[in-house]
């Protein structure tokens, strides 16, 4: 069964985790939804561990629709929810409107996630309005690291930790149906989990979150660049995807590869 906006209210009701995982393409985004995640998340993380990137700023919203319809393409059974990149929606809400509806028009996700809070709660309300779910995203916004001097927790003072709390309810008061909460302090997390009743996935944010979200190339072992404190590698694909490929090779340099088995 199709997971849904309602389905993931239900977990939170029912004190249910939610697994959430990014994907960027067919063959990944097929292997996550067999496994049976509750979300895919086709992440702005993509200008970093797909296109080689420094940061998620420069992906567009053309490569963004190019891998959201990949990812749809082989999604069965998760909720896909589609990464704006920056400029998307920070522009106007007019900008965010036209752009999430590529997403559900053009990509076929079920849902749109944005960075920010009660700055972009009118773009919330907007897009909730037009029919558009929306996963609202605070904390450690990745689009705003020029601000914020760089991945660096948030909400650590008690004012900073006030601030998020209020625009964890203003986002819920605006639309949104889940919350991103990305690299503040478990007890604030857990904190905010309590007072919103939309689901809370955590990135870095302690284990009291509603769900939990990771990379996928950080899960599978395939991103190498750095590796975030709250990053638990769960495999070592590129380990094997080595081992593979020096195979191939010293079997052509020998001779060996193709045998008789692999020819006409």
Same mark, same amino acid.
């Given at each position: 069964? +199709?997971?849904?906006?309602?389905?993931?209210?239900?977990?939170?009701? /029912?004190? =249910?985790?939610?697994?959430?995982?990014? %994907?960027?393409?067919?063959?990944?985004?097929?292997?996550?939804?067999?496994?049976?995640?509750?979300?895919?998340?086709?992440?702005?993380?993509?200008?970093?561990?797909?296109?080689?990137?420094?940061?998620?700023?420069?992906?567009?919203?053309?490569?963004?629709?190019?891998?959201?319809?990949?990812?749809?393409?082989?999604?069965?059974?998760?909720?896909?929810?589609?990464?704006?990149?920056?400029?998307?929606?920070?522009?106007?809400?007019?900008?965010?409107?036209?752009?999430?509806?590529?997403?559900? +028009?053009?990509?076929? %996700?079920?849902?749109?996630?944005?960075?920010?809070?009660?700055?972009?709660?009118?773009?919330?309300?907007?897009?909730? @309005? @037009?029919?558009?779910?929306?996963?609202?995203?605070?904390?450690?916004?990745?689009?705003?690291?020029?601000?914020?001097?760089?991945?660096?927790?948030?909400? +650590?003072?008690? /004012?900073?930790?006030?601030?998020?709390?209020?625009?964890?309810?203003?986002?819920?008061?605006?639309?949104?149906?889940?919350?991103?909460? !990305?690299?503040?302090?478990?007890?604030?997390?857990?904190?905010?989990?309590?007072?919103?009743?939309?689901?809370?996935?955590?990135?870095?944010?302690?284990? /009291?979150?509603?769900?939990?979200?990771?990379?996928?190339?950080?899960?599978?072992?395939?991103?190498?660049?750095?590796?975030?404190?709250?990053? =638990?590698?769960?495999?070592?694909?590129?380990?094997?995807?080595?081992?593979?490929?020096?195979?191939?090779?010293?079997?052509? !340099?020998?001779?060996?590869?193709?045998? =008789?088995?692999?020819?006409?």
């Amino acid at each position: 069964m +199709k997971v849904t906006v309602q389905s993931l209210l239900e977990k939170k009701r /029912d004190n =249910k985790k939610i697994a959430m995982l990014t %994907a960027y393409d067919f063959p990944f985004a097929q292997i996550a939804d067999e496994a049976g995640v509750d979300a895919i998340l086709v992440g702005d993380s993509l200008a970093m561990v797909v296109q080689g990137m420094g940061n998620t700023i420069a992906v567009t919203m053309d490569e963004m629709i190019y891998h959201t319809r990949m990812v749809s393409r082989a999604t069965k059974r998760a909720m896909v929810i589609a990464d704006m990149p920056y400029l998307s929606y920070q522009i106007s809400v007019e900008e965010a409107l036209r752009n999430a509806g590529r997403f559900l +028009k053009e990509a076929a %996700a079920q849902a749109v996630k944005l960075e920010g809070g009660r700055e972009v709660a009118d773009r919330v309300r907007a897009l909730t @309005a @037009a029919e558009i779910p929306v996963v609202a995203h605070i904390g450690l916004t990745p689009q705003a690291l020029h601000r914020m001097g760089g991945y660096k927790v948030q909400g +650590k003072t008690e /004012d900073a930790a006030n601030r998020l709390m209020e625009d964890a309810k203003i986002l819920e008061d605006a639309g949104a149906f889940c919350l991103t909460l !990305e690299a503040i302090p478990a007890e604030l997390a857990r904190r905010i989990t309590a007072e919103v009743s939309i689901p809370t996935i955590g990135i870095g944010a302690g284990p /009291d979150c509603d769900g939990q979200v990771l990379v996928l190339h950080d899960v599978l072992g395939l991103f190498e660049r750095f590796t975030p404190k709250f990053v =638990k590698r769960y495999g070592d694909l590129k380990g094997a995807a080595l081992k593979a490929i020096a195979d191939y090779k010293d079997e052509v !340099e020998k001779g060996t590869f193709p045998d =008789k088995e692999h020819s006409f």
